[in-house]
């Protein structure tokens, strides 16, 4: 056999890429025209393409080396084979990726409108991969729906409660009003005090919902000092003391002198008196209230308030720091209740107060009784005795 002289393989190589190249410009302009159709169509041009620029590319070089006429036949048979071959794979391919593409289509409407949906595998990775994402889209779109009802009937609780509290003193206000009016008040004077409790009702009340509204936009503003924790606990006490002996508990403080931490002391000491609050409330007559610290660490203050009364159920202890939450829906403020609002509101601005300083407020039962826990951190500037 002769060597191929390299004119002879240059005349090859162009006559190659010369035929490529004009079937590739026809491929590429049938690919435009038809870039809004089918992927079937753009798959078959593709298969196509490949299959006649070889096979024109064969056929020329052919020619050129002028071959007989029976062999030119046998090759120009071979070609067709060829190309009706690959036309039909390229069908088969394009009909599997079309139902593929199909169902992932059916997927994502049925995620548009609210379902949630599982991968379905098609052999294709790229399809498969955004089958897998697309579930997992769904699946949390769905968790996200789901806690959107949540919060919206929490809502909904919680105005509704707001909205019962609130007419509770005002119903009180405006029937003295109207005893006043009528003149059946033998002694009109005594019932301004009567009228004033129910005022600071509704006072605390609005108190709570503006501190409510600035935790929850983020933008309570802390204003940090180092501060004593008996100084705070001493305040907060104060506070609440006339409640607490109106429901005969005793406050006692166990481990707080000597503790100092970096912290807001308005803030801290509302925290305080909220958790205090909520003990008198539930704690039985004659009983003591314990206001502890312990450090479980170098880095953080455990303050526990505990009462010995029942408490919640497990499954509340982290749900009563909603807002609006109570364990008896039909529960409003007491009528002597001098510290708070009663619209269910303390301890959520409790906990949020505490996560603004960098800790938490944590509910548990023990074996002495029902306890908060406020877990602060000591502080970076605070000086350990």
């Keep these: 056999m002769m060597a191929l002289a390299p004119a002879d393989i240059g005349l090859i190589i162009l006559t190659s890429v010369g035929c490529s190249a004009a079937v590739s410009s026809v491929a590429l302009l049938a690919l435009r025209l038809v870039r809004r159709r089918t992927m079937t169509a753009q798959l078959l041009i593709v298969a196509c393409a490949g299959t006649a620029a070889m096979a024109a590319s064969v056929l020329a070089i052919s020619i050129e080396m002028y071959i007989s006429d029976h062999d030119l036949a046998v090759l120009v048979a071979v070609i067709g084979v060829s190309l009706v071959l690959a036309l039909v794979v390229a069908w088969v391919v394009s009909r599997a990726a079309r139902r593929s593409f199909g169902r992932l289509s059916a997927s994502l409407e049925r995620v548009g409108g609210g379902a949630v949906v599982d991968a379905e595998p098609s052999g294709w990775g790229e399809i498969d991969e955004l089958s897998a994402q697309l579930a997992a889209v769904s699946h949390k779109v769905e968790a996200a729906r789901a806690e959107l009802e949540q919060l919206d009937s929490a809502r909904r609780r919680f105005f509704a409660w707001i909205s019962h509290d609130l007419r509770t003193p005002l119903t009180a206000v405006r029937a003295l009003a109207e005893t006043i009016e009528e003149g059946a008040a033998d002694a009109p004077e005594r019932f301004a005090g009567e009228v004033r409790a129910q005022v600071e009702t509704m006072s605390r009340m609005v108190d709570d919902l503006f501190e409510l509204s600035k935790l929850t936009s983020g933008a309570v503003q802390l204003r940090t000092e180092q501060v004593g924790l008996r100084d705070v606990v001493s305040d907060a006490v104060a506070d609440v003391r006339i409640a607490a002996d109106r429901r005969g508990v005793r406050i006692v403080e166990r481990g707080i002198d000597g503790q100092v931490l970096w912290a807001d002391p308005h803030q801290l000491g509302r ?97 002495e009784g029902f306890q908060m826990n406020v877990l602060l951190p000591f502080g970076a500037d605070v000086e350990r005795v």
């Design 271 to 367: 925290i305080i008196a909220n958790l205090l609050a909520n003990a008198i409330r539930h704690a039985p007559t004659g009983s003591d209230i314990v206001i502890s610290a312990t450090e479980p660490d170098r880095d953080r203050l455990v303050l526990g308030i505990l009462d010995h009364g029942s408490g919640v159920a497990v499954e509340d202890l982290d749900r009563m720091f909603d807002v609006g939450w109570r364990a008896d829906p039909a529960r409003g403020s007491a009528p002597d209740d001098l510290v708070s609002s009663g619209a269910g509101l303390g301890l959520s601005i409790a906990r949020g107060l505490a996560r603004a300083h960098g800790g938490d407020v944590v509910a548990e039962i023990t074996g």
